[in-house]
């Protein structure tokens, strides 16, 4: 899933309007922000393989560290307890360590049964939403926009650059959603750990959009 861990950013603003977007992108991304990380230090590994599913070319056969649930707990509990540590607020960290770990929820809803529980244990799980692309574009598409309704109504642009900002950043991840889908697959699996990379940037830009917006009272 794409969009969905983006919506899930887009909509926790409403239930923790003190943390910023830039952390819940951070959050709801956390697990596919380590990922291309791992690809690329030879960690995890991922094949392509074209028809593997009918949404994406990518077979992921080896990702334990980073999308285990064993792991996405603790990952959760590492970014929970980080920003408790460093703000002193309870609601907040249980929003975020509930964002990180709807990464693994939503993933298990639509990869086939290739993610693990546990590392080392050959227990994987998958409801293969993936294998309906029609299916998968309806339900992300449904919960991104919804997302965004909420953000929009929960948050107001203080300026110009609070209103393009937001709408850019939405018809951006749409654009990407829609190439990854329709694109030709990626040309190697070095490239997909270094183009995974610039997921940081939504990070960077939800900060910004942060900053240029304000929580409705």
């Keep these: 899933m794409f969009l969905g861990h983006f919506a899930v950013a887009l909509a926790a603003k409403r239930a923790a309007p003190q943390v910023s977007l830039g952390t819940l992108v951070l959050s709801a991304q956390f697990l596919d922000l380590l990922w291309p990380l791992f690809l690329l230090l030879g960690v995890e590994h991922v094949r392509i393989n074209p028809g593997d599913t009918a949404v994406t070319p990518l077979d992921f056969y080896d990702y334990p560290l980073s999308h285990s649930l064993l792991t996405a707990l603790g990952w959760a509990v590492v970014v929970g307890g980080t920003y408790f540590l460093v703000r002193r607020e309870a609601r907040g960290s249980l929003v975020l360590y509930g964002a990180v770990l709807s990464h693994w929820i939503l993933d298990a809803i639509t990869h086939r049964p290739d993610l693990p529980l546990i ?86 830009w939800g900060y910004a959009i942060d900053r240029q917006r304000r929580a409705r009272t």
């Design 119 to 204: 590392p080392g244990f050959d227990v994987f799980v998958g409801l293969g939403l993936w294998n309906s692309l029609a299916g998968t574009v309806i339900v992300e598409l449904a919960l991104f926009v919804a997302a965004v309704i909420l953000y929009v109504k929960d948050t107001g642009a203080v300026n110009r650059t609070g209103v393009f900002s937001l709408w850019l950043f939405v018809i951006l991840l749409g654009a990407i959603y829609f190439l990854n889908i329709f694109g030709p697959p990626p040309p190697s699996e070095s490239m997909i750990g270094v183009v995974g990379l610039s997921a940081w940037l939504f990070v960077l």
